[in-house]
């Protein structure tokens, strides 16, 4: 008797551990490590379109073959051809931009005395003359020309005839 004695304790502590291992919580699994993420690439933002623009206007009776103005004046005869040169520069030295340069020539009670347009492919620093002349000469009085670069005003002077 002693050996079922020693049988039932034993076997129940053999039971009990079956039991205990098949209710044990399982072990939790790990989180996914988290995956790599390679950032977007950065792209630069557009270049600007190079733009030109009008950076100074000269009047005066005369021009050289660069078409600047010889000697700087506001004030003219009746008979003189007045030039007007117009100095225009690209913000990209390299590229040509196209464009409108017009001048618009009035006299003192704002009618027209001539107007001009052209089209041009400007490069770098430029330079274009506008001229006007009138044989039997103009009247004596205050005049103005307006610059426009694309239909859009950027420079005027005013100038008078003696």
Same mark, same amino acid.
């Given at each position: 008797?002693?050996?079922?004695?020693?049988?039932?304790? %034993?076997?129940?502590? %053999?039971?009990?551990?079956?039991?205990l291992s098949a209710c044990k919580k399982p072990?939790?699994?790990?989180?996914?490590?988290?995956?790599?993420?390679?950032?977007a690439p950065i792209t630069p933002a557009p270049?600007?379109?190079?733009?030109?623009?009008?950076?100074?206007?000269? %009047?005066?009776?005369?021009?050289?073959?660069?078409? $600047?103005?010889?000697?700087?004046?506001?004030? =003219?005869?009746?008979?003189?051809? @007045?030039?007007?040169?117009?100095?225009? $520069?690209?913000?990209?030295?390299?590229?040509?931009?196209?464009?409108?340069?017009?001048? &618009?020539?009035?006299?003192?009670? *704002?009618?027209?005395?001539?107007?001009?347009? $052209?089209?041009?492919?400007?490069?770098?620093?430029?330079?274009?003359? =506008?001229? @006007?002349?009138?044989?039997?000469? =103009?009247?004596p009085g205050r005049y103005k020309v307006e @610059?426009?670069?694309? *239909?859009?005003?950027?420079?005027? &002077?005013? =100038?008078?005839? &003696?």
């Open positions: 008797m002693s050996r079922t004695r020693l049988l039932y304790p %034993l076997s129940a502590a %053999l039971a009990t551990a079956l039991v072990e939790p699994t790990p989180a996914p490590a988290p995956t790599a993420t390679t950032p270049a600007a379109a190079p733009t030109a623009s009008v950076t100074a206007l000269d %009047l005066g009776n005369s021009v050289g073959a660069d078409n $600047r103005v010889a000697a700087p004046a506001t004030t =003219f005869a009746p008979k003189d051809t @007045i030039y007007a040169s117009v100095t225009t $520069r690209t913000s990209d030295a390299a590229a040509t931009v196209p464009g409108r340069l017009g001048a &618009k020539w009035t006299f003192q009670d *704002g009618q027209t005395v001539h107007e001009d347009s $052209r089209d041009l492919s400007l490069t770098g620093d430029g330079t274009t003359a =506008f001229q @006007i002349s009138k044989p039997d000469g =103009f009247p @610059i426009s670069l694309d *239909g859009t005003v950027v420079q005027s &002077k005013e =100038f008078e005839v &003696k």
